[in-house]
């Protein structure tokens, strides 16, 4: 892994919802810059403006202020061709996975998608190995599922099968904004090996949006500590977690429960 | 009058479906609290911790029935009471119970101090309306809740707030027990350790005098309950004081599961985290014998027939068909 390859580069990115009185910065004047191969966490509490932040990276929102560069050039999101070839290469996993796939797609037309987004010419063998190929992956039995909808999976079975799709399109960079929240801890471990095997295969760039400071600490390279808006704290995931310097940053890791020491409940 | 606020013996609840199937959910639990402990019950998704939360309760609605069993509280059995007996008396009076994604159902357009005097005209009709909001902002000022919040809307309020609220009003009967199913899961960490000594303070204050806490975040149940069961399939696979389960579990499938525990500590970067191939089993089709023999890599083929032994260990209680001494030879084992 190299630490040279710039990968997406934001400066002063900013983002303003409302008018007037209404007026709320949700990311202020945010700078980051994210490596190839690297795994990012972007953590905070609830209302800290990650999630909008990550929207702006994915061009799902557009920035009031600031810019970003992606591979060193503007990025550009202005024609549908431009669009589709970042869309190529930028992927996300988002927290509510009963929400993120089309109720009325049964999971072969999902996953057909994913070869039809690439471009690929294939013949209908080499389409169903590859659909096979998917799920195998992330261990779920592609015979089982290709009729099902998707109300008929489990939370788990759903979320696995979101990285199916990123398998099968391998983009450069996977914005998962918060993806196993609404999992319980036994799938939380199967989903982040899913995703860090992921990153040593494909060398894909991987963003996590959490609150969770321990999933964080244990999956990433470096953490941006978010506060309002604000980056206030950033650097190597030991750094900030063992060793954090700002107020923020230290309250977030007291709060979280630990086993091998006290967990201050305050009076 | 036994020590033991709750006792729970047999207790079996099904699901009918409607090909007119029993799914049990719940299969013959037995557990007690003492007044005064929290218990702590822990298991993955669908394994039946949220059915039996609910069936404690004495109430039963379709499609979920009641099998056998019997649920005492300080010795009655509230299984032999009428509805309408259950109602009155002991939902939110002896029992308390907060359901999943509660702070979702409070209705928008009523005021924080409706759903207080709601409750109160049915229990405490006496009160008038002043005494229910002097009672109320007492209740909340104690607790260290904001007195405006009983003026706001629902939608006002924080995530974390809302669900503070419906903690408070829930036991603003004083319920002997509480149970609480997953208060924190939605939640941040901040908003979550606010939950947490909420709970506390109401412990603390003898307000309610025993929690049953669900969740799966196993290091919050360290910090928060006495002792802690674990749920599987249906059943309960171990139970013990929490220091014992959450470093000296001896059920194999509590071993896998404290070993999916994510926390920021130093160590805990590069550590392999344990992940449990496969689901549990499909409850229309218990499997025979360990119902856990499926996943658990020590299972042998003695494993998958015969009726699983209820087995000690000191205080503790674990199912599995061995003993303790061989599980954790096999455990130091695989260590080295």
Known sequence: ?267 | MSANILEVSGLKTYYKTRLKEKVFAVDGVDFDLEEGKTLGIAGESGCGKSTLALSLMGFYFPPLHYGSGSIRIHGNDIMKLSKEQLRSKVSGREIAYIPQAAMNALNPTLRIIRFIEDIMKEHRPELSKKQVWELASERFKTLNLPEKVLRSYPNELSGGMKQRTVIAISTILNPKVLIADEPTSALDVTSQKAVIKLLKDLLNKKYIRSLVFITHELPLLYHVTDDIMVMYAGEIVERGTAEQMIFDPVHPYTKKLMGSILVPEEGMKGQKLAAIPGAPPNLKQVPPGCRFAERCSYARDECKVGKVPVQTNGGNMYRCHFDTDTLKEWYANEQS
Not at chain 1, 18 to 46: L, R
Not at chain 1, 168 to 184: F, G, N
Not at chain 1, 250 to 257: E, G, H, N, Y
């Open chain 1, 1 to 267: 892994m190299s630490n040279r390859d710039l990968l997406i580069r934001g400066q002063d990115l900013t983002k303003v919802f409302g008018y007037g009185n209404q007026k709320t910065t949700a990311v202020d004047a945010v700078n980051f810059n994210f490596h190839k191969g690297e795994i990012i966490s972007i953590v905070g509490e609830s209302g800290s403006g990650k999630t909008t932040l990550a929207k702006m990276i994915m061009g799902l929102l557009k920035e009031s202020g600031g810019s970003i560069e992606y591979k060193g050039q503007p990025r550009s999101l202005k024609s549908h061709a431009d669009r589709k070839r970042y869309w190529k290469d930028i992927q996300a996993i988002f927290q509510d996975p009963f929400s993120s796939f089309n109720l009325f797609y049964r999971v072969e037309k999902l996953l057909m998608d994913c070869i039809k987004l690439q471009g690929l010419k294939l013949s209908k063998e080499e389409q169903q190995r590859k659909m096979r190929e998917a799920c195998s992956f992330v261990n779920l039995k592609f015979e089982e599922l290709h009729n099902k909808y998707p109300f008929e999976l489990s939370g788990g079975q759903m979320q696995r099968l979101m990285i199916a799709r990123i398998f099968m399109l391998h983009p450069k960079v996977l914005i998962a904004d918060e993806p196993t929240s609404m999992v319980d801890a036994c799938s939380r471990s199967t989903i982040l090996d899913m995703l860090l095997k992921l990153r040593d295969e494909n060398g894909m760039t991987i963003i996590f949006i959490t609150h969770d400071v321990g999933l964080a600490y244990y999956v990433s390279d470096t953490i941006y500590i978010m506060e309002k808006g604000k980056i206030v704290e950033s650097g190597p995931a030991e750094d900030i977690i063992l060793n954090p310097q700002h107020k923020y940053t230290q309250q977030l890791i007291s709060d979280v429960p630990k086993i091998h020491s006290a967990w201050d409940l305050g009076s």
